[in-house]
């Protein structure tokens, strides 16, 4: 079984101008970005929009078990800027922007990551920005996601 440890950080936590609307919440909101897998960088922006990725994921975990997850933001042309796909029983995560190829992990390493993450964008954005986040990111507490389907196991 492949077990990496997942971390999704985020650092200088900032606003390019005031957050007043929703749209400035996912856009305005940026900070220092990194995805590393077993001490790995797999992804690192200076100006990364990590309310919009919060989103995306929280959105994602609440909806799929199976689906694969691309990120793009809506400020870049890119495609897969961060992805997740289904690799038998496992998830590779990659970047487009990547400085590696993509890293295999276990659902439950990269549910619980990315919870982490939320969590931390949700209560940082809180404390440090004065801005309440919640009604762009969803929090999924449904922790039977991500985990190998019986034909997964084949």
Request: hydrophobic content about 45%; charged content about 25%.
């Amino acid at each position: 079984m492949v077990s990496n440890k997942v971390i999704f950080v985020f650092r200088s936590l900032r606003t390019t101008e005031p957050v007043e609307e929703l749209w400035q919440k996912l856009l305005k909101i940026e900070a220092d970005f990194e995805i590393t897998i077993s001490g790995k960088t797999v992804l690192r922006d200076a100006d990364f929009n990590v309310v919009e990725f919060a989103s995306a994921v929280s959105k994602w975990l609440a909806a799929s078990d199976t689906q694969d997850f691309s990120f793009s933001t809506m400020e870049a042309d890119d495609l897969d800027i961060v992805f997740f796909r289904r690799s038998n029983a496992h998830w590779l995560v990659g970047s487009t922007w990547g400085l590696v190829e993509g890293i295999s992990v276990v659902g439950d390493d990269l549910r619980s990551a990315l919870e982490y993450f939320i969590a931390q964008v949700t209560s940082q954005c809180a404390v440090m920005l004065g801005v309440d986040v919640m009604d762009v990111v969803e929090v999924n507490r449904d922790k039977s996601r991500l985990r190998p389907s019986p034909r997964d196991a084949r």
